[in-house]
């Protein structure tokens, strides 16, 4: 079972440039969710969704949009990088909602220079 | 003054030793506790989940809630090196909050 799946693991971006994050779900989950992780602060949420076509924002959802077009997929945008959004991002989702323990994937290692 | 509060260590015991892993909490509205391991470079998998006040046993590793002391502990008995990893707390109500990691090392 593939479980969560992140793509790319790394990049390098310069500022200003924009991307896209790419996460998918082989598990039919509903619930799926972005998090940063930076030294001292945990996880912390940036957007996430419970279904398709629903999406809200979470702790930290400045710089950052995201869209669910399907079960499956849960892509995050970063419109304009900053060096502040340095970080390692992790994608998750769950079949119970924000309640329910959450499957990670194995991040992506993103450097704003 | 951060919603959850986990000592970051880091930690270092010997195999074989008992260890104690704690986190505090804030807000007393959480009711789901979860206790999650990382291993470098890879996301967090799920230790332990437990809903209410009390212990949960699952093989070595043991799970303590004091909701009334906003206090959680993970214990890990007969620690051995393949436990070498950061231990995140989580905790919810309707947003998962975590704590900023432990990192542990067991020598052998």
């Known amino acids: 079972n593939a479980g969560v799946t992140q793509t790319p693991k790394f990049q390098v971006l310069k500022t200003g440039q924009s991307m896209t994050l790419q996460c998918a779900q082989d598990m039919n989950h509903e619930y799926m969710s972005w998090y940063r992780q930076d030294p001292g602060m945990g996880l912390r949420l940036i957007h996430y969704?419970?279904?398709?076509?629903?999406?809200d924002q979470g702790e930290v959802p400045n710089g950052y949009n995201v869209s669910r077009s399907t079960t499956e997929d849960f892509p995050l945008r970063l419109l304009s990088a900053a060096p502040s959004q340095t970080s390692v991002y992790f994608c998750?989702?769950?079949?119970?909602?924000?309640?329910?323990?959450?499957?990670f994937g194995d991040g992506t290692r993103l450097s704003i220079l | 003054q951060k919603e959850v509060e986990q000592d970051p260590g880091p930690l270092s015991v010997p195999e074989g030793a008992i260890v104690s892993l704690n986190c505090t909490y804030s807000?007393?509205?959480?009711?789901?506790f979860m206790w999650y391991r990382q291993y470098s470079r890879k996301g967090p998998e799920l230790l332990m989940y437990t809903y209410s006040s009390g212990n949960k046993e699952d093989g070595r590793f043991t799970a303590q809630v004091d909701k009334s002391s906003k206090y959680i502990s993970l214990f890990i008995r007969d620690s051995q090196p393949s436990d070498s990893a950061t231990y995140l707390c989580a905790m919810n109500n309707n947003d998962m909050r975590f704590g900023a990691g432990t990192r542990l090392t067991v020598k052998p």
């Open positions: 969704s419970v279904g398709a076509g629903i999406t």
């Open positions: 998750a989702s769950s079949s119970g909602g924000a309640r329910q323990p959450q499957h």
């Open positions: 807000n007393s509205a959480f009711q789901y």
